[in-house]
């Protein structure tokens, strides 16, 4: 989608700090880390929000993806948060769906 900015990202019109990618999905940090590690998991494919999801297996792969980015940074053993914000409420502010990974410090819960 021409006005995405995820979707900029991927096509290389805007530079991102990648750490993984192949043919479905790409992993970059985030430009406002809230801890020591994190990052973002998004698919190739523009999907707006969760709410649009149907493709069960491409969503796992986001999940796999993060935990395996966990492991190799060295942080998964101690511990991690992977979440999705879904729309206004759910503090979504770019609308390609992303999954946060954080870790590296001990994370408060409820996240407010
Ligand atoms: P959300 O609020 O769940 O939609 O998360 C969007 C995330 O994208 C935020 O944590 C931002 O810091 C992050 N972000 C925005 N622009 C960029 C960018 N150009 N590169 C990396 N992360 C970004
Ligand atoms: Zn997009």
């Known amino acids: 989608m021409s006005n995405c900015l995820f979707c900029k990202i991927i096509a290389g019109d805007i530079s991102a700090d990648k750490i993984y990618e192949d043919d479905d999905v790409l992993a970059f940090h985030d430009i406002g880390a809230q801890a ?21 297996a ?42 946060h990974c954080l870790g590296g410090r001990q994370l408060t819960w409820p996240p407010g």
């Open 58 to 99: 491409l969503v796992g792969k986001l999940t796999l993806t993060a935990s395996q980015i966990a492991k190799d940074f060295g942080f998964a053993e101690n511990g991690y948060r992977v979440v999705m914000n879904c729309n206004e409420q759910g503090g979504q502010t770019v609308y390609h769906i992303h999954l």
């Open 36 to 56: 020591p590690h994190h990052f973002l998991v998004i698919p190739k494919k523009h999907i707006s929000t969760l709410n649009d999801v149907d493709d069960a």
